[in-house]
């Protein structure tokens, strides 16, 4: 795979978008109608300051990103990134919390997985890394040289995929950008992608070619995570990956369940599948005794992978930063 520029960042995303406005409002005027998020036409008039460089729709998708990449930012530093109104940022701002996407509170905004809306990979990366890594390593104990391995867009496969070149020769099928990065030129790693219909806020492909790769397959372990797990139910909030995540578990011999403590904390709209649909869960030991007694009623082996501290903690963190910042 060849190097791509990275433009994902929030600032370069607010500059490509003003950048991409201004190519076209020179090729078609300025005679432009903007749709609001509500459905009601409004006519964009350049220079005025409700309007912005952005329309409507593109500055509150490049706030979203924004606060989802950071986590938690102040509404003074949006104001400032975005050059309108303060009174333009809360009208987005109550638009988007008004969708569950974002929360205010005391001039500041939040980002939060919702039932409806996936936090951004860049976000999700970013949480639970302890208990994620614990759980990786406890997941690497089942590979075996010489298998197929399928990994999701899940960020708690991602921390296994660091670990699996260990164990090469290793095929590993994904569809999910992060983990082709990562193990691309690996020495012992078949490498394959789904393709698809790439879906930028998760980084991952999507989609009728995705499916259709799927569907060809015979794999022998799926690593399985979930955004959320409700009376049984694992949920995801968006219906065309809950379909990749379902046809990977039918390409499956084996299929593992892979969640922190956090999943069966959380809400999500689309179910994928029941946990006992999986071989065997590995959670960390974060997970209440209620959430094991679930998980075990279903007939599903489940593993508690112990957290690292101290030194072993300390040098996991680094190294999980060194790789983000390459």
Same mark, same amino acid.
């Given at each position: 795979m060849d190097n791509v520029? /990275?433009?994902?960042?929030?600032?370069?995303? =607010? %500059?490509?978008?003003?950048?991409? !406005?201004?190519?076209? *409002?020179?090729?078609?005027?300025?005679?432009?109608?903007?749709?609001?998020?509500?459905g009601a036409a409004t006519p964009v008039t350049h220079g005025q300051d409700h309007a912005g460089p952005l329309r409507l729709e593109e500055r509150q998708d490049a706030i979203v990103e924004l606060v989802l990449s950071a986590g938690s930012i102040r509404i003074?530093?949006?104001?400032?990134?975005?050059?309108?109104?303060?009174?333009?940022?809360?009208?987005?701002?109550?638009?988007?919390?008004?969708?569950?996407?974002?929360?205010?509170?005391?001039?500041?905004?939040?980002?939060?997985?919702s039932s409806l809306f996936e936090a951004s990979t /860049?976000?999700?990366?970013?949480?639970?890394? =302890? %208990?994620?890594?614990?759980?990786? !390593?406890?997941?690497? *104990?089942?590979?075996?040289?010489?298998?197929?391995?399928?990994?999701?867009?899940?960020?708690?496969?991602?921390?296994?995929a660091k670990l699996l070149v260990q164990k090469?020769?290793?095929?590993?099928?994904?569809?999910?950008?992060?983990?082709?990065?990562?193990?691309?030129?690996?020495?012992?790693?078949?490498?394959l992608s789904t393709g698809g219909e790439y879906y930028e806020l998760c980084d991952a492909y999507k989609g009728p070619i995705a499916l259709n790769a799927l569907g060809q397959l015979r794999t022998d372990i799926y690593f399985m995570s979930?955004?959320?797990i409700t009376g049984g139910i694992c949920y995801h909030q968006h219906p065309e990956l809950v379909l990749i995540k379902q046809a990977m578990l039918k390409c499956a011999q084996k299929k593992v369940l892979i969640a922190d403590h956090t999943k069966f904390r959380k809400r999500a709209l689309h179910a994928m599948c029941t946990i006992s649909d999986f071989d065997l869960a590995i959670v960390d030991s974060g997970t209440s005794p209620e959430e094991l007694g679930m998980l075990k009623r279903a007939?599903?082996?489940?593993?508690?992978?112990?957290?690292?501290?101290?030194?072993?903690?300390?040098?996991?963190?680094?190294?999980?930063?060194?790789?983000?910042?390459?």
């Amino acid at each position: 795979m060849d190097n791509v520029e /990275d433009n994902s960042s929030p600032a370069a995303l =607010v %500059e490509g978008r003003t950048r991409d !406005r201004n190519q076209t *409002d020179a090729m078609v005027g300025k005679d432009q109608i903007d749709v609001s998020l509500t459905g009601a036409a409004t006519p964009v008039t350049h220079g005025q300051d409700h309007a912005g460089p952005l329309r409507l729709e593109e500055r509150q998708d490049a706030i979203v990103e924004l606060v989802l990449s950071a986590g938690s930012i102040r509404i003074d530093d949006i104001v400032e990134q975005f050059s309108v109104s303060r009174m333009t940022i809360h009208r987005d701002l109550d638009a988007l919390e008004a969708r569950g996407i974002l929360r205010k509170s005391r001039g500041t905004v939040t980002a939060v997985a919702s039932s409806l809306f996936e936090a951004s990979t /860049d976000y999700r990366i970013r949480q639970s890394i =302890v %208990e994620k890594q614990a759980i990786a !390593r406890a997941a690497f *104990d089942l590979v075996e040289p010489g298998q197929a391995i399928v990994l999701d867009d899940s960020t708690t496969g991602l921390q296994l995929a660091k670990l699996l070149v260990q164990k090469a020769p290793l095929t590993v099928i994904t569809n999910f950008n992060r983990v082709i990065t990562e193990l691309k030129g690996k020495p012992g790693i078949s490498l394959l992608s789904t393709g698809g219909e790439y879906y930028e806020l998760c980084d991952a492909y999507k989609g009728p070619i995705a499916l259709n790769a799927l569907g060809q397959l015979r794999t022998d372990i799926y690593f399985m995570s979930t955004p959320a797990i409700t009376g049984g139910i694992c949920y995801h909030q968006h219906p065309e990956l809950v379909l990749i995540k379902q046809a990977m578990l039918k390409c499956a011999q084996k299929k593992v369940l892979i969640a922190d403590h956090t999943k069966f904390r959380k809400r999500a709209l689309h179910a994928m599948c029941t946990i006992s649909d999986f071989d065997l869960a590995i959670v960390d030991s974060g997970t209440s005794p209620e959430e094991l007694g679930m998980l075990k009623r279903a007939d599903l082996e489940v593993k508690v992978a112990p957290l690292r501290t101290g030194l072993h903690r300390r040098a996991d963190l680094m190294i999980d930063s060194e790789t983000r910042d390459h």
